[in-house]
């Protein structure tokens, strides 16, 4: 494991960053197998909670807090920070409870030399450091802290988000330990999972602020009394409840203060169950606050009001409490874990029962020595040995077998997808069948999202290869795949742009983008103008890929060439591109070709092999036709394949413009002998890409096996080793480019080059697993 | 019409100015454009514009005089200047205006057909990517089209578009019909043999279609060097942009600065489109300050420096030609080029150092070199560009030359503009206006004067004859024709105008007396909005300025522009209040109890004919009497005349000739109370 750690590499894209107090690590590999290292327990730890920013900031990330400075007690444990690429840096006080960090970087995660890998949020991420984990040997563990989604499943977005939650939770059970975050939560894996073997054991949150003294702390405010609702900007927090007993809560001279950062149109939607007259006080709703601040709000509240429809455990409740306040909440069975007294509990929509728990504890607040005896305290101390004792254990067991098979399975589009990954992927498999591989193919995304998830389930021993395009509607649930268990990618797109863009939206790709290059920053309007002008685009976006994969196989050297340099990423291998035309059509072509004589005025036939698309060059292709015709080259255009709009409509806007309709064939269809007699009649070929990270055309290939003079963009044939089998033109290319090179073609004299002996399916699956085993092997 | 008759106003050689006069820059290719010009013999060549695909438009030859003195002027005019200061906004020198303002008021329009066939010759010096062009030269008949060449001054577009990041090919078929137009024509000039190659071979032509030319390395005559003591410099020439290396270029004047404190290091050139992180760069150099950086420097300025200059720098690594190599060559100033840059074929050799790889050492060591090598006597490159202006107009290729006619057939276009202004005729009766024409020129020793014949006797009848038919038929056709494309196009004084008057709510009565007078409808909103709104006083004041410029009386006929003048001059009160900004004509007229005019306003000059009438209603009539051919100057014309007269404006009595001072026109400019 040879490898500068990205740890360093981040760093120097992205300056200084929070980071810096992490000490610096030269070299991963050495550090994880050092004699000192060792000797301890090397615990990764799963970052991911502590990175996103709808966790780190949230009860989630504050008991990934407490578990981390927990572990921090165990002797001779090294704790390994784990961070996603794809995700912000950490924060620093998050940064520093770690003795070293490392980019979650499947193949050569450092971290895979540890004892335990800890997962301290296992439902709010994908399962790809569980499969990495566990392939790698370690035993594991994982924080749970609730499972709501399963009990109201209304807070789903949708049925497919719904079986990803159950994929996760399902996912629980192939932990060797679970750490829960109450009684509650404990018991409810017992109900969720009851197939899980391994040990469970609890550490309650523990609130990050302590009592200051009672004569630090100030009191209510007798001037303005009010209530605290300790909620959050999310609906099950039903901060509703409240609301409605607004008005008698007034009556008693009460107002309500909101906390959670509810944004404006959340709070326009709550007010509307706010039924007092306008004379009345309206509840204040508090922007996002600082500890020293909340901390002074809780102190001031005459109690605390904690309204939530569930919870695994309440750190609001428990923050009261750790401060003294009084405190009522909803009759859960997480808040009646905290509090012992059944009357300062309500039911979540009982404004009545509400009132009642809210008289009680103003009576009690009264005797705070008696209303603290009616709040649960837990043993924090206590649960962090047993905590501690159980990851010592765990450590101290042996590396984890791995099966001994592990099954390989192909995940691709349907060979019935109209396609051209599906042809290709269908011609592989046949030749793996021909080989007698032993390699099971799936289309993943035909499947609805529960049988997909199900059978994701299933896959967390088998060695996966995905295939992936740049298209959604074909490789979406592949994504999501590759996403939870890392596997190979063969790559046939040399972007993720449009992908990512369809499926994250720009502000996403600013966002990952802004983090890979904090020094030329850039907005949503940058993002759209990619879109629109593919050109420009000066990045790939392969992060997602890169990330989760072993290896990764593409089809063109440059684009080999980016991958490793721009993304530092070792196990990229080229593997040419298979020719995907048999040997009778090769003879046939041949045979139409040596048959047919161009004359003297005889017009002359410029083809191009492939759906139209600006990316290759089309419209340049339309204008180099005219230019031709202009200097008297009688030529004809066809684009041989499919034609669709709206990009149809500017081709034929521009032959018409220049008065060349005539001469431009488009097509809707293309059948498999209409391409075979389009190649045997065209007297040149032309194959374009615009240089975007390298990429591939079949056809290329086809013409070059053929013998067709062929005209080519120089990274499109460099990609795939066939530059002295073309006239290569400039990345970038003017008409005039193209026009050149089809008059050197026609004019010069033929050169008799031998052809070159082009990769068949057969050297290409050769090729194939032997690149699947050298990723294995790193 | 055609025939022997026409072709007497055609033996010319006709140069297209349509981009420059689109929009005057100071770019290279313009900078070539202008120097040819002034070195064209002037009576043998006449500006024209493409109008529309299948028309052009004969233009003033003046133009040519403002467009050489727009180019000699790095800086607005001092009037403009003026304005600027008091707090006006617009952007244009009074040359440029000029320019517009000609370019808008053809003196004739004519069918594209009918000019090609005529016409002796057609040059164009410059590239351009407008498909109307493109079309029109496209649709030159092949018979003709042997009189058609054009300055192609370089292919960069289309062999090297990484040079250019806004280019977009997918999008750039006007690039496309441009090379159209080229093949639609007889002859090409170019700068170099090379590109006479490359130029050949693209366009399948012998490459005895194209003429190498020289450029001139001359500039304009510049001020003694300012040699300052022993100090040296070390000059740069170039927009700061990638293609021509400005990190290597900056650092290796750093290094030059640092290593020989007696040089001065001088980069001259406005910043271009370079990347944030090369930005940052060369600003963190120059601030360290020991390199001048120069943006916005006249002409004579840089002439000075580089004169001034011990080594010149310019390097590209994508050139059309770099006249800057040679201009320093002909200066006698060393230069440190590279192999990209075409013209340093023309200079290589002794003093030039010609690099095959730009890199920063070998730009230091050549600088060095070159400053011990110390200056040479002379310039070493010897072409001026009188020798180049020669070059192109005495080559015909595949044209048939025409001799001198030795008539100024020049002044025979003009005599046909007057022609359209100072003859009242019915508007109906060409044929009848053709006759008075006919008539009015041969009697009209002004003319025979003009065009350089003292005596008409000294022509022969037929010839005589055929000349005033030509000019007669041109007059009476484009006197029918409204030959001022529309107000979108006819900028600077005419949109401000209409600017003011939309501000003092007038347009609705401009479009009113528009209709009534030219039977056309007029679009004044959208003219609007081509010119940014400004204050009516500033906008009143700028009016004021241009007609009372000197240019204003050749264009407009002295008894217009005079009458103009003592309009606005003896209507001070109004223009005072206007300045003022703080009332406008519309609240004007509240005030006064005058109602905004109507239709029926305008249409009652028509009938005045009493002799004792106040000017403002003498000036209607006259707007209604005289023949419409609805430019630029009519509207304004109109319009103003339409205001005096309903603000019921008293004129003084004529004080013809006596134009006003200069203190006065200052006055309008600048606001009461500044």
């Known amino acids: ?778 | 019409m055609t025939g022997p008759s026409q072709s007497a106003l055609f033996s010319l050689t006709f140069l297209d100015v349509s981009q420059f006069a689109a929009e005057p820059l100071r770019t290279g290719v313009q900078r070539v454009l202008i120097k040819v010009i002034e070195h064209l013999p002037r009576d043998r060549i006449m500006p024209f514009r493409v109008f529309d695909e299948t028309r052009v438009a004969i233009l003033d030859p003046a133009i040519f005089e403002f467009a050489i003195r727009y180019f000699r002027q790095s800086q607005p005019a001092q009037r403009t200047l003026v304005a600027e200061a008091h707090g006006r906004s617009h952007h244009a020198s009074q040359e440029e205006l000029l320019i517009r303002m000609l370019a808008a008021q053809p003196m004739a329009i004519l069918p594209a057909e009918r000019f090609f066939a005529l016409a002796e010759r057609i040059i164009n010096l410059e590239a351009f990517s407008n498909p109307v062009r493109s079309r029109l030269y496209t649709s030159c008949p092949p018979a003709h089209r042997g009189k058609i060449f054009h300055f192609v001054h370089d292919l960069l577009l289309f062999e090297s578009p990484e040079v250019f990041p806004q280019l977009n090919w997918r999008y750039a078929s006007d690039y496309v019909l441009l090379f159209e137009a080229y093949c639609a024509a007889g002859g090409f000039f170019v700068a170099s043999e090379q590109l006479a190659a490359r130029l050949a071979y693209r366009l399948n032509r012998p490459v005895t279609d194209m003429r190498v030319v020289h450029f001139g390395g001359d500039l304009a005559a510049a001020a003694p060097p300012l040699r300052s003591g022993t100090r040296r410099s070390v000059v740069v020439l170039g927009t700061i942009e990638p293609r021509k290396y400005p990190r290597m270029v900056v650092d290796a004047l750093f290094r030059i600065a640092a290593y020989h404190p007696d040089v001065d290091c001088i980069l001259i050139g406005k910043w271009g489109w370079v990347d944030a992180e090369t930005r940052a760069h060369l600003e963190g150099v120059l601030a360290s300050g020991r390199i001048k950086h120069h943006r916005d420097l006249t002409d004579a300025d840089v002439t000075a420096m580089m004169q001034a200059a011990d080594v010149g720098i310019y390097v590209s690594s994508n050139e059309g030609f770099g006249l800057p190599v040679i201009e320093f060559a002909a200066l006698g100033v060393p230069v440190v080029t590279n192999a990209a840059v075409p013209s340093a074929a023309l200079v290589r050799g002794e003093y030039a150092a010609v690099l095959d790889k730009v890199d920063l050492a070998a730009l230091v060591t050549q600088v060095e070199r070159l400053l011990a090598a110390g200056r040479p006597e002379q310039g070493y490159y010897q072409w001026r560009w009188v020798d180049c202006a020669r070059e192109i107009f005495t080559w015909w290729g595949n044209a048939q030359p025409v001799r001198d006619t030795g008539i100024d057939v020049a002044a025979c276009w003009q005599y046909c503009m007057r022609l359209i202004r100072e003859l009242p005729a019915d508007d109906s009766d060409i044929d009848a206006f053709r006759q008075v024409a006919a008539l009015h020129i041969g009697a009209d020793a002004r003319f025979w004067r003009e065009i350089g014949r003292d005596a008409k006797s000294q022509i022969e009848p037929a010839r005589m004859h055929a000349l005033v038919q030509a000019v007669s038929d041109i007059a009476a056709e484009n006197r029918e024709l409204i030959h001022w494309t529309d107000l979108l196009q006819a900028r600077g004084a005419l949109a401000e105008l209409v600017q003011v008057l939309s501000l003092s709510n007038y347009l609705e009565a401009l479009g009113r007396a528009y209709v009534a007078f030219l039977g056309r409808p007029l679009d004044v909103w959208a003219a609007c909005q081509a010119v940014r709104m400004q204050s009516a006083g500033d906008l009143f004041g700028r009016l004021i300025e241009l007609i009372n410029s000197d240019e204003a009386a050749r264009y407009l006929g002295a008894r217009i522009a005079a009458a103009l003048r003592h309009v606005v001059g003896d209507a001070r009160d109004v223009i005072d209040i206007c300045l003022s900004g703080h009332l406008d004509l519309c609240r004007l007229n509240e005030c006064l109890g005058i109602k905004l005019p109507a239709v029926e306003d305008v249409f009652l000059a028509e009938d005045l004919v009493r002799a004792e009438v106040d000017w403002a209603e003498r000036l209607l009539y006259f707007s209604a009497a005289r023949p419409l051919s609805g430019d630029a100057m009519d509207l304004l014309l109109e319009v103003a005349a339409g205001v005096c007269r309903a603000n019921g404006l008293h004129i003084a009595p004529d004080r013809s000739g006596i134009g006003p001072s200069a203190d006065l026109i200052l006055s309008y400019v600048e606001p009461v109370g500044a």
């Open chain 1, 1 to 778: 494991m040879n490898q500068v750690p990205a740890l360093v590499r981040w760093h120097a894209e992205n300056g200084a960053g929070p980071h810096a107090a992490i000490p610096a690590i030269g070299d991963a590999a050495s550090y994880i197998d050092s004699d000192a290292c060792q000797k301890e327990l090397r615990i990764a730890i799963d970052m991911r909670a502590l990175q996103d920013e709808n966790y780190a900031g949230k009860g989630i990330g504050q008991h990934t807090m407490f578990v981390v400075s927990v572990l921090r007690g165990i002797a001779h444990a090294r704790l390994l920070g784990v961070v996603d690429p794809m995700l912000p840096p950490p924060g620093t006080d998050a940064a520093a409870l770690f003795d070293a960090r490392f980019d979650m970087l499947t193949h050569a995660n450092p971290a895979r030399g540890g004892d335990i890998y800890l997962n301290p949020s296992p439902l709010t991420h994908d399962t790809s450091g569980l499969i990495n984990a566990r392939r790698a040997g370690m035993r594991t563990a994982a924080v749970v802290h609730d499972f709501i989604p399963f009990r109201q499943p209304e807070f789903c977005a949708n049925d497919a988000a719904l079986a990803a939650y159950r994929y996760l939770v399902q996912s629980l059970a192939k932990y060797d330990l679970l750490i829960a975050n109450s009684a509650y939560t404990a018991s409810e894996i017992r109900t969720y999972l009851p197939e899980f073997a391994g040990a469970v054991v609890t550490l309650h949150c523990r609130s990050r602020f302590a009592a200051a003294g009672a004569d630090a702390a100030p009191g209510p405010d007798p001037a303005a009394p009010y209530i605290f609702v300790a909620a959050a900007d999310d609906p099950r927090k039903n901060v509703e409840v409240a609301l409605r007993a607004a008005g008698q809560l007034h009556a008693i001279g009460l107002r309500l203060v909101v906390g959670g950062g509810f944004g404006e149109a959340s709070r326009r939607r709550l007010m509307s169950a706010y039924n007092q007259p306008y004379y009345m006080a309206e509840p204040a709703f508090l922007p996002r606050v600082s500890d020293a601040e909340l901390r002074a709000v809780y102190e001031r509240a005459r109690f605390v009001l904690v309204g939530s429809e569930d919870e695994g455990f309440s750190l609001p409740v428990a923050e009261a409490i750790a401060l003294g306040c009084p405190v009522i909440a909803s009759d859960i069975p997480a808040h009646a874990e905290q509090i012992a007294d059944p009357r300062l509990l309500f039911a979540p929509h009982d404004v009545k029962a509400l009132l009642r728990a809210a008289e009680h504890v103003i009576a009690r607040a009264a005797a705070p020595a008696s209303l603290a005896a009616s709040y649960r305290r837990f043993d924090h101390e206590g649960e962090a040995v047993q905590l501690r004792d159980a990851m010592a254990d765990l450590g101290a067991e042996a590396r984890r077998a791995g099966p001994p098979h592990r099954p390989l399975v192909m995940v691709g589009p349907s060979f019935n997808k109209p396609t051209g990954i599906a042809v290709y992927s269908r011609l592989v498999m046949q030749e793996c069948r021909a080989q007698k591989r032993q390699i099971n193919y799936v289309d993943a995304d035909a499947l609805e999202p529960e049988a997909f998830y199900d059978w994701l389930l299933g896959q967390a021993e088998s060695d996966i290869v995905y295939v992936m395009g740049n298209n959604n509607i074909h490789h979406s649930q592949c994504f999501i795949a590759m996403q939870n268990i890392p596997g190979a990618c063969i790559m046939h797109d040399s972007r993720l742009f449009e992908f990512l863009l369809n499926r994250e939206g720009p502000h996403w790709l600013a966002a990952l983008w802004n983090r890979r290059f904090a020094r030329r920053r850039i907005d949503v309007d940058t993002v759209v103008h990619w879109q629109r002008e593919r050109r420009l685009l000066p990045y790939s976006f392969l992060d997602p890929l890169i990330a989760r994969s072993r290896a990764i196989i593409v089809h063109s050297k440059i684009l080999a060439a980016h991958i490793a340099q721009a993304y530092g990423f070792r196990p990229v291998f080229y593997l040419p591109f298979a020719l995907q035309m048999t040997r009778q059509e090769i003879d046939l072509v041949m045979q139409m070709r040596r048959g047919r004589r161009r004359a003297e005025g005889d017009t002359i036939h410029i083809v191009m092999l492939g759906e139209t698309e600006p990316t290759k060059g089309c419209c340049e292709l339309v204008f180099a036709l005219k230019m031709l015709r202009l200097i008297g080259y009688d030529a004809m255009l066809s684009f041989v394949g499919k034609s669709d709009e709206p990009f149809r409509s500017e081709l034929e806007n521009n032959a018409h413009r220049l008065g060349i309709e005539e001469h431009v064939v488009l097509m809707s269809y293309m059948s498999r002998e209409a391409y075979l007699e389009y190649m045997g009649s065209a007297d040149v070929i032309v194959q374009l890409r615009y240089a975007l990270f390298g990429q591939v055309s079949g056809p290329l290939c086809d013409a070059v096996a053929c013998g067709v003079p062929v005209v080519a963009s120089e990274d499109l044939a460099a990609g795939t080793g066939l530059e002295n089998y073309c006239t290569v033109i400039p990345n970038e290319f003017s008409p005039m480019h193209i026009a050149d090179a089809v008059r050197a073609l026609l004019d010069g004299e033929p050169v008799l080059s031998p052809r070159p002996r082009l990769h068949d399916m057969k050297d290409y699956v050769n090729g194939l697993f032997d690149a699947l085993a050298s990723g294995q092997a790193s």
